[in-house]
């Protein structure tokens, strides 16, 4: 099985600043096979990102996916008060599976 | 849009069945995977299985001895039953849709319901 490894756990930042946030892979994922979704508490998970760096419909531009291999990266460029959330990320290269979250919270 | 919700029992008492269905509404449920993940409290997302709307089936390896997942196109339904269940199987369950390219699912979940809690405990 794939493990996905998520960091930072909690990412405390301000309105307007840049988040990275980080998913490595425990092995190397086939084909770029891997999606975000941000969530928030009582609301259906929001597909973002899916192929590594293809925004879903919908999604504005400030947010970006890239990577490959084992090494996958979710920027959010300028941080809105409806960014402020969970991330997880999930690889569909071999199996399914999610990593544990990042939470970007409100400094 | 497409829309899906998650409904059944809250409370499941140890080595029952725990049984759960999605109703999907905006679209039709054809041409298209449909599958469960679910989320333990204070832990990270675990996919259970998929279906396709014809009805073949894959589930984690973890969990494929005891789910079953079927589909209803007629009333735009699709159910899970998970026997034998322990507290490790409390969580909050979430019914999502899988996008396909060619006749394989893609893999990612496009589509989600808000999720429902499940605990299991006597």
């Known amino acids: 099985e794939i493990v996905l490894t998520q960091s930072p756990g909690t990412l405390s930042l301000s309105p307007g600043e840049r988040a990275t946030l980080s998913c490595r892979a425990s092995q190397s994922i086939s084909g770029t096979y891997l999606a975000w979704y941000q969530h928030k508490p009582g609301q259906a998970p929001r597909l973002l990102i899916y192929g590594a760096s293809t925004r879903a419909t919908g999604i504005p531009d400030r947010f970006s996916g890239s990577g490959s291999g084992t090494d996958f990266t979710l920027t959010i460029s300028r941080l809105e008060a409806e960014d402020f959330a969970v991330y997880h990320c999930q690889q569909y290269g071999t199996s399914l599976t999610f990593g544990g979250g990042t939470k970007v919270e409100i400094k | 849009q497409v829309q899906l919700r998650e409904s059944g029992p809250g409370l499941v008492k140890p080595s029952e069945t725990l049984s759960l269905t999605c109703t999907v509404s905006g679209d039709s449920m054809n041409d298209y995977y449909w599958g469960w993940i679910r989320q333990p409290p204070g832990k990270g997302l675990e996919w259970i299985g998929y279906i396709y709307y014809s009805g073949g089936t894959n589930y984690n390896p973890s969990l494929n001895s005891r789910v079953t997942i079927s589909v209803d196109t007629s009333k735009s339904q699709f159910s899970l039953k998970l026997r034998s269940v322990a507290a490790a199987d409390t969580a909050l369950y979430y019914c999502?849709?899988?996008?396909?390219?060619?006749?394989?699912?893609?893999?990612?979940?496009?589509?989600w319901g808000p999720g429902t809690l499940v605990t299991v405990s006597s």
């Open positions: 999502a849709r899988l996008p396909r390219y060619n006749w394989n699912p893609i893999g990612y979940f496009d589509y």
